[in-house]
């Protein structure tokens, strides 16, 4: 019987799960919609069962849980005040997956938990100091130190998406001003598209589209075509970024800065901006010594292993 550890992705949405094993390999996986459930304990309770269906089905063994999750807290395992959760309040994960289960149960943020899954299962196995930054609606991050990831004295250390760079600009769902992520985002190149838009001015094959209907993966599209419009956006977005990340650089002294998530996927069009002006703006001691890389990890599981990671790094502890 093969011995795996459970992976919990906990969305907005949905909450993907998949049986990891020490090597990485997702032997099981399966999902429940995670916004149907108005009470963390029906919910709990339905992801519990699932989760024992499908280990029945595949023959496997469970020795742990990790639960990688909105405003997920390591130190207490609890999601605290989720904005994007139907529960709200305080949550004790970890604790009630150990009273119905019997199994030890471990949690974090999302981005923390894609940075111990780079750790373990990505291109970082032999790093020590590294920042991962997910791209996705926001920016997350999750940052290594020492070999050790970084919490702080509350458990949220780490929040570079929250990183005011314009204390006069775009309103944040934090309820401040500039935040990095309201720039550096899926969600933010696609404002700062809205924004140039309303020059009448600059043509775009961008204006085809109702303002509703932009995303993301249609101003990539368009950048691709060669749309002036769309490739100054990603200019503007790495070069916010990249600013950001020489400061980040200054504070942790990473080898690597790995970016992942939606954003991330346009490869060239968010990396060389980004990387050129990190560089440009880099503090002098560390011109040179911090490599922008994809990350390895594959995005459609990125969450489970990395939530899976965690699980099997503590329980080796």
Not at 54 to 76: D, F, Q, S, T, W
Not at 160 to 183: M, P
Request: proline fraction near 2%; aromatic fraction near 10%; include cysteine.
């Amino acid at each position: 019987m093969d011995r795996t550890v459970v992976g919990i992705d906990v969305g907005g949405t949905n909450s993907p799960f998949g049986f990891v094993d020490e090597n990485g390999n997702i032997l099981a996986k399966g999902t429940i919609r995670t916004d149907f459930f108005a009470e963390f304990g029906d919910y709990l309770k339905a992801l519990i069962i699932e989760i024992e269906l499908k280990k029945l089905e595949h023959n496997i063994e469970i020795v742990g849980y990790g639960i990688g999750a909105p405003n997920g807290n390591y130190y207490h395992g609890s999601i605290e005040n989720a904005p994007n959760l139907r529960w709200k309040g305080i949550i004790n994960f970890t604790q009630q997956v150990t009273e119905k289960t019997g199994l030890p149960a471990f949690l974090t943020n999302d981005a923390n938990a894609a940075a111990i899954g780079e750790k373990i299962f990505g291109n970082a196995k032999d790093m020590n100091d590294f920042i991962v930054i997910t791209l996705g609606t926001g920016l997350g991050s999750g940052i290594f130190c020492g070999g050790k990831l970084l919490y702080g004295s509350t458990g949220f250390a780490g929040e570079i998406g929250h990183i005011v760079v314009d204390f006069d600009g775009r309103k944040c769902g934090c309820g401040r001003k500039g935040c990095l992520e309201t720039y550096a985002s899926a969600t933010g190149i696609v404002r700062t598209v809205l924004e140039k838009l309303q020059d009448g001015n600059i043509k775009s094959g961008l204006r085809n589209y109702g303002k509703d209907k932009i995303d993301s993966k249609i101003i990539y599209d368009e950048a691709v075509k060669g749309d002036a419009l769309a490739l100054e956006a990603f200019e503007f977005t790495g070069e916010i970024l990249g600013k950001a990340l020489a400061n980040a650089a200054a504070f942790s002294s990473p080898e690597a800065i790995f970016l992942f998530g939606g954003l991330a996927n346009a490869g060239e069009l968010i990396f060389e901006p980004a990387k050129r002006h990190m560089e440009t703006n880099m503090l002098n001691n560390f011109k040179g010594t911090v490599k922008l890389l994809p990350s390895g990890l594959k995005e459609n599981n990125a969450a489970v292993l990395g939530a899976a990671a965690l699980c099997w790094n503590e329980l080796k502890k």
